[in-house]
C-alpha cells in the first residue's frame, strides 16, 4: 500500500527570504500559478505580518490560485495571527501556519520564556487561530534540538488545542537522518494523538542533508515534507521539492510512498524560479541542474547509445526537459520562434513575445546561431525586465591599458533618452559608475559573477550581479555577446528592481 506524501512548498515565504531574492506581487503569483500546475498540495505564500506589501502579495495569491491549500506564517501572538487570516481567508482552503520555539536555547536565548508559559502561549495562539481558520498547523520551531518529553507535551498541547497539522523542524540543519527518522518514529509512538492529524516535516540544508532527514521522516511515518523549488532558502537552503518528489518516484518500494506532483512541471517551475529570484542553479544540481543528464565520458556516451538504462536511472522528459536540438538564426520566422519556445516550455503573450523576439533578432545579428541555452537565456532575461523603469539602449567603452577607462552609457526613460559619461578603474567599474550617474543612486557592488551560457567563441557571455542599494541588496542579470553589455544590463536590472519593489 503506498502512502500519499503531501507536498508543502515554502519556495515564496522560505525561499523568498534568502537576500536579494524578494519578489514581488505579479512574480508571487506567477509563481505560485506554476506551483499549482506542478501539483503540490499546500503554498505556503509568505510571511504576512512582515510588511504591509507582503500581505497583499499573499492576499493576491489566496484570491488568484485556485487547487492548492494557501498558508500564511504567524508568530505565535495574535497580531501576526490577525494578518495572516486577513491574508489567506479568501483562499479556498487557508490555512494558518503558527510557530513558536521549544528547544531551551531558544526559549531562553530568544523568548526569555520558561518551558510552562510557553506551553500556554501554544495552546492559546492555537485556539485563536482555530476560531477564524478549521485548518492550523504548529511548528515547533528548533524541534531537532528540544528535549523529547517536552516536545511530546508541546505536540499534545497544540493538537489537543486544535491543531491539524504539526511540522517537526529541523530549523537549523542539525539533525542526521536516522536520528531524525527516529526522532519522528519515536513521537508517533509516545503521542496517540498524532494518529489524527498530519505529521510534517521541515529539514534545512546546513549539513547537506535536508533531503536525507525529510526522507528518513517519510520512512517513519511522516505525511507531510516542506520543501522549496531548487532547494533555496535559509542560509543552506530547505529541502529540495524536486529531489524528494524523484526520490520517492525512483525508488517506490523503498518508502511506499508517492506523491501527486506532475514531475513534468519540475524544470519550467525551476528555470522559474531560478529567473524570478535571480538565484543560479548550480550545474551538478540532481535533478534540474544543467548537467544532471549530460553524460561526457566516452564510455557512459557508449552506454547511452546502447540503452539509455546504463546510466540513467530517471528520464529527462519525465521532469520536462526535452532534449531537442534547436538551432535558429536571423533568418528564422516568428512561427518557429514560437514553436521552438513552446519546446522549451515557455507560453508568452504577446508583448513578452514580442520583446523576446526583437531581443532575439538583435542578438542572433552578431551571432550566427543561436541554441536552446541562447535561446533561454535571451527569454530569461527579457523576463526579469517587468516594470523596468531605465531601459537600456547603447554604450561605448574607451579602455586600454595606458588609459584611463571610460564608458558613454545611453539609457531610456520613460520615452526620454539619457546619456551620461564616466571614468573609473576598468572598463567595467566606468559603465556601473556611469549608471550610477544616470539613475540618481549609488550602488555598492556586492558580488560580480561572468559567465559563458554557451560554447565556443561567439559564445553568449551572462552577468550576474548583487547591488546595495538604499540599504538592501538586489540582484541583476544580463546576458549579450559582449561582456560589458552584459555587465552593463545586469547592473540596469538589480536597479529596476530596487525601483520596481519601491513603487
Ligand atoms: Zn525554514
Known amino acids: 500500500m503506498s502512502r500519499r506524501i503531501s507536498i508543502f512548498d515554502t519556495t515564496l515565504r522560505d525561499g523568498e527570504q534568502v537576500p536579494g531574492a524578494k519578489l514581488n506581487k505579479k512574480q508571487k503569483i506567477e509563481i505560485a500559478q506554476q506551483l499549482a500546475r506542478l501539483g503540490v498540495d499546500v503554498i505556503e505564500a509568505g510571511f504576512p505580518s512582515s510588511s504591509p506589501e ?17 498558508a500564511g506564517l504567524a508568530r505565535a501572538v495574535q497580531q501576526d495571527i490577525d494578518a495572516a487570516w486577513e491574508a489567506v481567508k479568501g483562499a479556498d482552503r487557508p490555512r494558518i501556519h503558527v510557530f513558536l520555539g521549544s528547544s531551551d536555547i531558544h526559549l531562553q536565548k530568544k523568548l526569555r520564556k520558561d518551558r510552562e508559559s510557553a506551553l500556554s502561549m501554544a495552546a492559546d495562539a492555537v485556539r485563536y487561530a482555530k476560531a477564524f481558520c478549521e ?129 513534468q512541471e519540475i524544470y519550467r517551475t525551476s528555470r522559474m524560479v531560478s529567473r524570478l529570484m535571480n538565484i543560479p542553479v548550480q550545474p551538478n544540481k540532481a535533478v534540474v541542474g544543467g548537467n544532471a543528464f549530460a553524460h561526457s565520458s566516452g564510455v557512459h556516451q557508449d552506454g547511452i547509445l546502447k540503452d539509455r538504462c546504463t546510466y540513467e536511472i530517471m528520464k529527462p522528459e519525465d521532469v520536462g526537459i526535452k532534449q531537442h536540438k534547436i538551432v535558429l538564426t536571423a533568418r528564422s520566422g516568428r512561427a518557429a520562434l514560437k514553436h521552438k519556445l513552446s519546446e522549451l516550455g515557455y507560453d508568452l503573450d504577446q508583448e513578452r513575445f514580442e520583446r523576446v523576439h526583437s531581443r532575439f533578432l538583435n542578438v542572433a545579428d552578431r551571432k550566427k546561431e543561436i541554441g536552446s541555452e541562447d535561446l533561454t537565456a535571451i527569454v ?124
Open 380 to 503: 530569461e532575461i527579457e523576463l526579469t525586465k517587468v516594470a523596468e523603469a531605465f531601459s537600456f539602449s547603447q554604450l561605448q567603452i574607451m579602455s586600454g591599458n595606458t588609459m584611463v577607462p571610460m564608458a558613454c552609457v545611453t539609457l531610456k526613460k520613460e520615452g526620454e533618452i539619457i546619456t551620461d559619461a564616466s571614468t573609473g578603474n576598468g572598463p567595467v567599474n566606468a559603465v556601473f559608475n556611469c549608471i550610477d550617474r544616470l539613475v540618481g543612486y549609488q550602488g555598492i557592488l556586492k558580488d560580480f559573477d561572468l559567465k559563458a551560457v554557451t560554447m565556443g567563441k561567439d559564445a553568449l557571455g551572462e552577468a550576474m550581479v548583487r547591488v546595495e542599494i538604499e540599504g538592501s541588496v538586489y540582484s541583476g542579470v544580463g546576458t549579450s555577446p559582449d561582456v560589458i553589455e552584459a555587465s552593463a544590463r545586469a547592473y540596469l536590472n538589480a536597479f529596476n528592481r530596487f525601483l520596481a519593489n519601491s513603487q
Open 54 to 70: 507582503e500581505l497583499q502579495a499573499i492576499k493576491a495569491v489566496s484570491e488568484q490560485v485556485r487547487g492548492p491549500v494557501i
Open 135 to 263: 485548518d492550523v498547523e504548529y511548528s515547533t520551531e528548533d524541534a531537532s534540538r528540544t528535549d523529547f518529553e517536552y516536545l511530546c507535551r508541546v505536540v499534545d498541547t497544540a493538537i489537543h488545542a486544535g491543531a491539524t497539522v504539526i511540522n517537526i523542524p529541523d530549523t537549523v540543519g542539525y539533525a542526521i537522518p536516522d536520528e531524525f527518522g527516529d526522532l519522528i518514529r519515536r513521537l508517533k509512538e509516545h503521542v496517540p494523538a498524532l494518529d489524527r492529524v498530519v505529521l510534517s516535516v521541515h529539514c534545512h540544508n546546513d549539513l547537506g542533508l535536508a533531503v536525507a532527514n525529510s526522507i528518513s521522516a517519510v520512512k517513519n511515518g511522516a505525511q507531510q515534507v516542506e520543501c522549496t523549488i531548487n532547494g533555496v532558502g535559509e542560509r543552506a537552503g530547505n529541502a529540495s521539492l524536486e529531489e524528494i518528489v524523484m526520490i520517492l518516484k525512483t525508488r517506490p518500494s523503498v518508502y511506499q510512498a508517492h506523491t501527486e506532483i506532475q514531475t
